[in-house]
T-cell receptor
């Protein structure tokens, strides 16, 4: 099963883009990359996912490198409410999520 | 929107008690999951179910059992609670079909303390 590596913490200025990196060098060809976030005392919230192509939705953009060994989640205009722990997850063929310890993003006013 | 509801946000029980954690989803999802979340360890999968009366062990099933009598409800059971089962417990659901392109939706968790 592919494991993911993320920096433990990051800061971002309010209104700026937050770029959260993730390494998943052992990912298999048919495994998806998912991003979730968790705000204190709440359950994880789905953000976005992708396989090979870059993806964008109303919350974020996901950039996956051509070799699929890493990806970046982009929050285009970070707000204080985006302060959370962000998890990069690879979904294995058994449909099981393996959460790591994530990146704690702090958006600074 | 998908709604995954866990019966309690906070629960305090005593060592040796049998504890039931309930989870209900309202989107007719086939798959349901139970995780526990501990500081420094992230989320770990305890059990999951692909269909009514079906269950599969996750990574840390010891000391737990589950029940899925109805499609919308997935119960986690601590047969004899111990202090090392003090944790945040999270339930999730997702559509079935074995597709990897669908997200799991989580409840807000039950913070369980075993005294």
């Amino acid at each position: 099963d592919a494991k993911t590596t993320q920096p433990p913490s990051m800061d971002c200025a309010e209104g700026r883009a937050a770029n959260l990196p993730c390494n998943h060098s052992t990912i298999s060809g048919n495994e998806y990359v998912y991003w979730y976030r968790q705000i204190h005392s709440q359950g994880p919230q789905y953000i976005i996912h992708g396989l090979k192509n870059n993806e964008t939705n109303e919350m974020a953009s996901l950039i996956i490198t051509e070799d699929r060994k890493s990806s970046t989640l982009i929050l285009p205009h970070a707000t204080l409410r985006d302060t959370a722990v962000y998890y990069c997850i690879v979904l294995n063929t058994g449909n099981q999520f393996y959460f790591g310890t994530g990146t704690s993003l702090t958006v600074i006013p | 929107d998908v709604k995954v509801t866990q019966s309690s946000r906070y629960l305090v029980k005593r060592t040796g008690e049998k504890v039931f954690l309930e989870c209900v989803q309202d989107m007719d999802h086939e798959n349901m999951f139970w995780y526990r979340q501990d500081p420094g360890l992230g989320l770990r999968l305890i059990y999951f179910s692909y269909d009514v009366k079906m269950k599969e062990k996750g990574d840390i099933p010891e000391g737990y059992s589950v029940s899925r009598e109805k499609k919308e409800r997935f119960s986690l059971i601590l047969e004899s609670a111990s202090t090392n089962q003090t944790s945040m417990y999270l339930c999730a659901s997702s559509p079935g079909g074995g597709r990897q392109s669908v997200a799991q939706h989580f409840g807000d968790g039950t913070r369980l303390s075993i005294l």
